[in-house]
């Protein structure tokens, strides 16, 4: 079993989801769709959508259903499109989002999959972000934290299907 070392406190992750939420309505005013990222997503997803209320946005909310790592701690290299969007996001201004950036291989294949729906404008969020690992170009919009070349878990996101529950962000160890 793995231990968890924690890197970022609940209370930590509320107060930059909230800011993050202040920088995006300064820089996307009006409508606009959050599409998440499953599943590591939905957490901060949820908490980003209020933390938007409060700052004065009415999004609307969909998911895309992704998946590379399934129960490794490296990609798979492949991203498999598990679960799609209903249909009526073309035209649509879209903020993408997702728990971490790694590879960069998930949200470039998640953008690249709404942009040939003839969407709107596009920006991308991340949670967490590590350059250092980028194998594919992609700009990330909105970043909550940057962190080192560490395998983490909590609050969405998994280390083998375990972890996603707790409601911190720590290293797996
Ligand atoms: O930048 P990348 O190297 O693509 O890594 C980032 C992706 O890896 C994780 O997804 P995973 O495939 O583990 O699926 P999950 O969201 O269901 O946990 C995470 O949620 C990101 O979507
Ligand atoms: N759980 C988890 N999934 C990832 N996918 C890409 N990087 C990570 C990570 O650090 N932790």
């Not at 800011?19 to 300064?26: N, R, S, T």
């Not at 959050?34 to 409060?54: E, I, P, Y």
């Amino acid at each position: 079993m793995a231990s968890i070392r924690v890197l970022f406190r609940e209370a930590e992750i509320a107060a930059r989801v909230e800011a993050l939420a202040g920088e995006i309505v300064q820089a996307i005013p009006g409508d606009f769709v959050m599409v998440g990222l499953l599943k590591g997503a939905a957490f901060f997803v949820a908490d980003l959508a209020r933390a938007l209320d409060r700052a004065g946005a009415c999004p609307e909310i969909e998911f895309l259903r992704l998946s590379s790592y399934g129960l490794a701690t490296a990609s798979s290299g492949e991203v498999r499109l598990l679960g799609d969007l209903p249909s009526g996001i073309e035209g649509r201004r879209v903020l993408l989002i997702d728990d971490i950036v790694d590879t960069g291989r998930s949200i470039a294949f998640a953008a690249a999959s709404l942009r040939e729906r003839d969407i709107g404008d596009l920006w991308t969020c991340a949670l967490l972000d590590k350059p250092q690992r980028r194998e594919v170009e992609v700009r990330i919009d909105f970043i909550g934290f940057q962190i080192e070349d560490v395998f983490v878990a909590g609050y969405g996101v998994d280390h083998a299907e375990k972890y996603r529950h707790l409601p911190y962000i720590g290293i797996v160890e």
